[in-house]
């Protein structure tokens, strides 16, 4: 073995046993070979665990540790409405912490499928875009609407979710099924928006997995996939999203679309949750009548919620946690689904390795982080955006709402490592952008665009041949 890598726990001792119990986390029981396996480089824990998403990097010591574990509590701790320290909660919010939906760093359990909608106790999982079918925002709402308020403020409105299901067949009889939402909202807080004016696309949250690493990728690296990303003969041709983000055209890499250039913690805590804070000093419902109903509940609005230090540890935490390493690599129906993987021709999107900067990052407030430079990684993505088709039921994914360069039918290649865990971490498989798909088969059927081709050479596949490609993307 090649791999020389040092860790906090003892890997000799973790690989010398069967299924070892280190205080209740399971590790993994297998011999680690070099290469895919080792997802990031030095950043690759081997957690069979809940704590998969949740845990540091090896490198992660000294202050750095003290500060990772700053923004872990910041994360995950519950703002309150109030103006003391951890206050700053709405007047309108999504989220009440960035654990509430990103829980144990990845994706809370969305309540469009246990609630039909909006949730209740004081978050949804979930963000809720709205525009007119113009593109132009709504004056009294803005982008995002906040389906929560504190207490004594009126949200700015409810969504409820249906979903209209069709039944499929694969040609070996097989059944599926698809689910389109439709989405509606009531109890506006001001104006009704009528439905024929209405877009709405509803996020559920994205896995923190490779934070660090992606944005420690080498933009030329991303960009000569761009360039080379032209299979006609597949009808796939990837692109880059670029955003202007503090006055400066950037390569995005973050989010759904790609649409954004890091990795918004400070809009995180200002649309999401309503904390105000250096980039975004103003609260998010400035000049709505929820402002004065926070007044007279005792909010003040002449400071600011939470300062810059303070998220650049949230930033920090973000891009010092480790990924998952790849699980049962020698297991047969493993080893004949990966070779299904580049059969579908997945591998042209979800390009299996890629490589980050030499000087790794620089958080935003200008600490930097040399580990994640100079590595080797495996996260199945391009990062590039692609047509996913129209929003017709089992075609495509347009939700008509643009990003940056990228239009309603375009989505950033989703990054697959960890993606074998996230019902362990979180307790659900509801996957793609917005929950609808329930398991790997319905994401992998809703592929249109660009992703067409390989659905239909995942289709075509006998059962034992699809059922080895999906225990592949489980070991990811």
């Not at 909010?299 to 010092?320: G, H, K």
């Amino acid at each position: 073995m090649n791999c020389i890598l040092k860790y906090s726990f003892s890997l000799l001792s973790l690989l010398a046993c069967s299924a070892c119990d280190n205080d209740g986390i399971d590790v993994l029981d297998i011999e680690i070979p070099d290469g895919y396996a080792l997802s990031a480089g030095t950043s690759t824990n081997f957690l069979n665990s809940s704590l998969a998403y949740d845990t540091p990097a090896d490198w992660v010591s000294g202050s750095y540790e003290s500060r990772f574990n700053q923004g872990d509590r910041l994360y995950d701790d519950v703002r309150t409405s109030g103006n003391e320290h951890g206050g700053g909660l709405g007047p309108v919010y999504a989220g009440y912490s960035c654990g509430s939906c990103h829980r144990n760093a990845g994706r809370t359990k969305p309540s469009l499928w246990s609630e039909g909608g909006s949730g209740s106790y004081g978050f949804s999982s979930m963000l809720v875009y709205i525009s007119r079918k113009n593109g132009a925002f709504f004056q009294n709402y803005g982008r995002v609407l906040h389906d929560q308020a504190i207490y004594g403020v009126k949200p700015e409105g409810k969504l409820a979710v249906e979903y209209i299901k069709e039944a499929f067949s694969f040609p070996d009889g097989e059944k599926y099924e698809l689910c389109k939402p439709v989405y509606t909202i009531s109890e506006w807080y001001a104006e009704e928006i009528k439905p024929e004016d209405l877009f709405c696309t509803v996020r559920i949250p994205l896995r923190h997995v490779g934070m660090g690493q992606m944005m420690a990728l080498d933009p030329i690296e991303i960009e000569a996939l761009a360039a080379k990303s032209n299979y006609p003969e597949y009808g796939i041709s990837g692109r880059c999203n670029y955003i202007m983000e503090r006055g400066v055209r950037s390569l995005g890499l973050s989010g759904n679309k790609a649409q954004h250039a890091d990795l918004t913690v400070e809009l995180g805590f200002s649309s999401d949750m309503g904390a105000t804070n250096s980039r975004y000093p103003e609260e998010i419902c400035e000049g709505q009548i929820q402002m004065d109903q926070g007044s007279m509940m005792g909010l003040s609005y002449d400071q600011l919620d939470i300062n810059t230090e303070d998220m650049e540890n949230v930033d920090l935490y973000l891009q010092s946690l480790s990924v998952p390493a790849r699980r049962n690599v020698k297991d047969p129906q493993v080893v004949k689904g990966e070779q299904n993987f580049y059969k579908a021709k997945c591998h042209l999107c979800h390009v299996t390795t890629l490589h980050t900067k030499p000087r790794g990052t620089t958080l935003l407030n200008n600490t930097q982080l040399p580990w994640l430079g100079r590595q080797t990684i495996h996260p199945y993505s391009d990062y590039l955006i692609h047509d996913m088709g129209s929003e017709t039921m089992g075609v495509g994914l347009n939700d008509n709402y643009v990003s940056g360069l990228a239009r309603g039918n375009e989505w950033r290649t989703t990054p697959l490592w960890g993606i074998g865990l996230q019902e362990k971490v979180n307790g659900h498989t509801y996957f793609l952008h917005d929950g609808r798909a329930r398991n790997l088969v319905e994401a992998i059927m809703w592929h249109g665009g660009e992703g067409e081709a390989s659905k239909n050479l995942f289709k075509k596949m006998n059962k034992e041949d699809r059922d080895a490609l999906i225990a592949f993307i489980n070991s990811l």
